[in-house]
């Protein structure tokens, strides 16, 4: 479970630090979001003890979970981030098409996801402006 929360955390951190290097990587920027969602997710289903099956769609992954407090948000957030794991990874039409704004609402429903979703807690403050120097702070559990 640890491997998979520090993996979300590094893959936020990067696409946190592309956002504030604007150099265009927006097509990075979603895709990182998009693995920190997955893995923090992936690291919940760990932690609840439940068996973490090798997809990328976030959905099925929540669906995993069953009920709990914030899983509607979360799966709208997984209808946003799912297809940027794989799309925006390799020449596609959605790679050719992500904008900065698509950039920036991944990286922060990405964080969000991870507030939600974090198996110990998840994060104090979340980055939503791209151009803070800020940066996510764990919170003391």
């Not at 507030?115 to 807690?121: D, E, F, N, Q, V």
Request: hydrophobic share 45%; proline share 3%.
């Amino acid at each position: 479970m640890v491997e998979y929360i520090d993996a979300a955390e590094e893959d936020i951190r990067s696409a946190h630090v592309l956002l504030t290097m604007n150099i265009g990587a927006h097509h990075n920027v979603c895709m990182l979001s998009a693995r920190a969602s997955e893995k923090i997710l992936k690291a919940r289903l760990i932690f609840e003890g439940k068996d973490v099956e090798w997809v990328h769609d976030q959905r099925k992954l929540i669906r995993e979970l069953g009920d709990f407090e914030g899983r509607e948000r979360a799966m709208k957030i997984a209808n946003v981030l799912s297809p940027y794991v794989v799309q925006a990874n390799y020449p596609s039409v959605i790679r050719l098409g992500l904008d900065e704004d698509d950039a920036l609402e991944a990286y922060e429903v990405a964080s969000e996801m991870i507030s939600i979703m974090h198996p110990l807690g998840g994060y104090l403050s979340i980055v939503t402006d791209a151009g803070d120097d800020d940066m996510l702070i764990p919170r003391d559990n």
